[in-house]
């Protein structure tokens, strides 16, 4: 069963901390994103990558750092944790070579900054 | 960022019943849409990927439509269960490969 892991299901952090959220797909794709979900709004795009060292900002990348030193692994990093940071975050992949590129999420992580 | 419309945001459906709902985009730089469903405490997963207006697709009791032209898709469910609650995002893919999430349809079944 392929599959997106994401390391922490629920995480809470204090202001100030740097964070690291981890994402491992297991299905050699070369497309990696990182989403927050918040009450009333639709995913929005932080960061994404489309192969090993490249990233690119998406819609909100502001408080936030990415790392892609292997190809199964994408790390979300809030340098100094702020509580507007408070979020749920998804972790997703797809295939850069399929005829549809359809994502695969990861489960989540609740991130809570007091 | 794609301004991505899906209503009505909130609905209750007794099981059995069919019911439908809608995902408005610009039509502009159009490559792709994507429906998902996200079940609580679940990911989400792809439903349907489109591409081509005109394009009909069906999974089970779920089907989809896309209107490339006037920026728009449907979805339908046929005969409601309870396995059906869930939320429905729709995210339309421009073509620089990006996709902008809609806030999705929440749908309860009612038994």
């Known amino acids: 069963d392929v599959k997106v892991t994401q390391s922490s299901r629920y995480l809470v952090k204090r202001t100030g901390e740097k964070v690291f959220l981890e994402c491992v797909q297991d299905m050699d794709h070369e497309n990696m994103f990182w989403y927050r979900q918040d009450p009333g709004l639709g995913l929005r795009l932080i960061y994404f990558s489309y192969d090993v060292k490249m990233k690119e900002k998406g819609d909100i990348p502001e408080g936030y750092s990415v790392s892609r030193e292997k190809k199964e692994r994408f790390s979300l990093i809030l340098e100094s944790a702020s509580t507007n940071q408070t979020s749920m975050y998804l972790c997703a992949s797809s295939s850069a070579t399929a005829t549809n590129e359809k994502l695969f999420f990861g489960s989540g992580t609740q991130l809570s900054v007091l | ?111």
Request: proline share 5%.
């Open chain 2, 1 to 111: 960022i794609l301004n991505v419309e899906q209503s009505p945001q909130s609905l209750h459906v007794q099981e059995g019943d069919s019911t439908n709902f809608t995902c408005s985009f610009p039509s502009s730089n159009f490559y792709a849409l994507h429906w998902y469903r996200w079940e609580t405490a679940k990911s989400p997963e792809a439903l349907f990927v489109m591409t081509l207006n005109g394009d009909e697709k069906k999974k089970g009791r779920i089907s989809a439509t896309l209107n490339t032209k006037e920026g728009y898709s449907y979805l339908y469910i046929k005969g409601s269960q309870p396995e059906d609650s869930a939320t429905y995002l729709c995210a339309p893919q421009d073509g620089n490969n990006r996709l902008a999430f809609g806030k999705g349809n929440q749908v309860v079944v009612i038994p």
